[in-house]
């Protein structure tokens, strides 16, 4: 007489998942405040050295939001800063070109327009003209050269901006001699 087969041998029953919150109890406690916020009460969190975490231990905060205690946190680090890479041959030239070149040409405008304004026989129409066309000249290059070569725009801008500073360093001292007590321009 035959025997019944042997009964298949169950695998044993795989591990339940874990106790997940529900979702509104996710989205109730992400839009939480986080720490820093105005209304972020500490009393009712814990902070371990490194991480902020409720009360109970089920949420903590991953710098953006509060997460669930079984959310790993390694897929939640913010993204690593992307290097610019090495600056291409000639960077360096260009933006000092663009430097000097703005003091040099600012430097001729000045003495060009000082002389045809100062021979006394300029048409007021040209010296109009003259004294608007640095504005346009400077505008218009610092335009034309960030579009095209931006560290020659970055040198014109250290150029305007070390201008700027001398005159207000030259206007607080001219203000101090006049109105500091001492007697009035020498």
């Given at each position: ?5 042997p009964e ?73 800063a992307v ?104």
């Amino acid at each position: 007489m035959s025997e019944p087969p042997p009964e298949p041998v169950q695998p044993p029953e795989a591990p339940k998942p874990p106790d997940w919150p529900t979702q509104e109890a996710l989205d109730f406690m992400r839009n939480r405040p986080g720490p820093g916020a105005d209304d972020f009460d500490a009393d009712n969190h814990h902070w371990d050295g490194s991480t902020w975490w409720t009360k109970n231990r089920e949420f903590w905060w991953d710098g953006t939001q509060w997460r669930h205690h079984m959310e790993p946190a390694s897929s939640y680090l913010p993204p690593a800063a992307v290097s610019p890479g090495p600056r291409r041959p000639g960077w360096w030239r260009d933006f000092w070109l663009g430097f000097a070149g703005t003091v040099a040409v600012n430097l001729i405008l000045i003495f060009v327009i000082n002389g045809v304004i100062s021979s006394g026989t300029t048409d007021p129409t040209l010296a109009t003209i003259l004294l608007i066309m640095p504005w346009v000249l400077n505008l218009g290059a610092l335009i034309v050269f960030a579009v095209v070569r931006a560290p020659v725009a970055l040198g014109m801008l250290l150029a305007y901006g070390i201008a700027f500073g001398l005159a207000l360093l030259g206007g607080i001292l001219l203000a101090v001699i006049c109105f500091g007590g001492g007697g009035g321009v020498p």
